[in-house]
């Protein structure tokens, strides 16, 4: 018989496809799970009772090992309290055989790593001399304690001999061992102390927060115009009045007031479908007379009224928005300022309606100076007049100035009461300064101008001074 071929697999199909999609479907349900507020909650309630165990795990270990050294020294104490008689009388005795077993049995406790014994010469002619066992392996260490005590022997009543010494070191392997064992001890009783309080907490704040979160959040989810009237309740007993409650309070209330809201928007929608038509009609004819409006009012926002100039405040914009643009592309800039020379004698001598055409006239002069698109003149005070010059180096805008004070001085604007040694005419003091790359806003750019004028009225008016 022929073999039954297998069921062909589609092309581009892996065979792994399902096992990882199912992979990924864990991955993802474990993710959601420590990302929601109890798998958080628990996570922080783990790592605190992580560092907790680490904390109490590390004073229980001093304590354990305080107790370990304690236990070891009275060990000691005891071990010489038990042997120093009968070594203090083998010594007397010269009983070496009976010292080496004694040794021995000091030895072969558990906490004594090396015993020392030391001879001391007497009356009898004997010699110093020393005994000493070691236990294998052991080293000197400051850890471990060590007692030494003096061998007094008493060959008959009243009269006491001192025949040597005896000094036991401690052994702190056997104090490193009884801390592993004490060690383990506490720390399965402190993961066991934070395990269960982990639990404990995630299961609490499970049955009394999460589930009630979640049929909240499925309500929610299911909320629609047509299940506004669907009040949210929680299977919990309704004499428990906690945030929760407050929270599903809020909630009903909040829908309560949107279906109210739906309600009479579609009443309103219902009028004004009658009104429609007529609405559109008024709402062009009013749009268009806002558009008028505002036009008008910002035209008034950005120009002097008197000389159809740029006011101080469209100014400040343009000069401000010119030295950003300078300072991004290193272009030029440079600012006119331009004051008329005794102007308050003009109004004193020849009145407030000259003075303003004077102004005037001094505007058009000014306009007819900064003929380029990119100029802005502008009226920045009473007789004070600014020309903002975009792309101009500091010696084109000082032609400008003089340009500007010859045109004005040319109109022959009648000034007799600018005072002996004045020209008999109208003129401009004129202050020019270029943009630097120390100056940190346009503010500094506006003094140095300013500056240059003053210089300018300072040196005898009618003349243009450049900021260096």
Request: charge should be positive; charged fraction near 20%; aromatic fraction near 6%.
């Amino acid at each position: 018989m022929s073999a039954v071929p297998p069921d062909p697999v589609p092309l581009g199909t892996p065979a792994t496809a399902a096992p990882e999609a199912a992979c990924l479907t864990r991955r993802q349900r474990i993710g959601q799970a420590l990302r929601s507020v109890a798998g958080r909650l628990t996570l922080v309630t783990l790592g605190f009772c992580i560092v907790f165990t680490a904390l109490a795990g590390a004073v229980r270990t001093w304590a354990a090992w305080n107790n370990g050294v304690a236990w070891m020294a009275s060990d000691l104490k005891m071990l010489e309290e038990v042997f120093q008689p009968g070594l203090a009388r083998s010594v007397w005795e010269l009983d070496r055989e009976s010292v080496l077993s004694q040794i021995s049995g000091l030895l072969g406790a558990k906490a004594v790593g090396m015993v020392e014994l030391t001879v001391a010469a007497d009356a009898r002619g004997r010699q110093p001399e020393t005994f000493g066992a070691v236990r294998p392996g052991w080293r000197l260490s400051a850890l471990a304690p060590t007692r030494t005590v003096a061998l007094v022997h008493e060959p008959f009543v009243g009269r006491k001999e001192t025949v040597g010494t005896l000094t036991l070191y401690g052994e702190e392997r056997a104090l490193w061992s009884r801390l592993r064992v004490e060690l383990m001890g506490i720390v399965v009783t402190q993961l066991t102390q934070s395990l269960l309080v982990a639990g404990l907490v995630m299961l609490v704040f499970n049955r009394l927060v999460t589930r009630h979160v979640r049929r909240i959040a499925a309500h929610l989810k299911r909320l629609s115009p047509e299940t506004l009237g669907r009040p949210l309740v929680l299977r919990r007993p309704p004499s428990r009045r906690d945030e929760l409650t407050q929270l599903v309070d809020g909630v009903n209330h909040l829908q309560t007031n949107l279906s109210d809201f739906l309600q009479r928007q579609h009443r309103y929608e219902t009028e004004l479908a009658h009104h429609r038509d007529r609405l559109a009609e008024l709402v062009q004819a009013r749009t268009l007379e806002l558009e008028t409006a505002n036009r008008t009012l910002e035209t008034l926002s950005r120009t002097d009224a008197l000389t159809g100039l740029a006011n101080r405040r469209h100014f400040d914009e343009a000069s401000a928005r010119e030295f950003a643009r300078g300072d991004r592309t290193g272009q030029p800039l440079c600012l006119l300022l331009a004051d008329v020379d005794h102007f308050k004698r003009f109004n004193d001598t020849y009145g407030h309606a000259n003075g303003d055409a004077c102004l005037r006239a001094v505007a058009g002069a000014l306009q007819r100076v900064a003929a380029r698109a990119t100029d802005l003149a502008a009226r920045v005070g009473g007789e004070e007049f600014a020309l903002l010059l975009p792309d101009t180096t500091l010696a084109q805008a000082t032609r400008l100035a003089e340009l500007l004070r010859d045109t004005v001085h040319a109109l022959a604007i009648t000034h007799a009461g600018a005072g002996p040694g004045a020209a008999p005419y109208v003129t401009l003091s004129i202050g020019v300064a270029q943009q630097e790359p120390a100056m940190p806003d346009v503010d500094m750019l506006f003094r140095h101008a300013d500056r240059a004028m003053y210089q300018a009225k300072e040196q005898g008016r009618n003349r243009v001074v450049a900021a260096l």
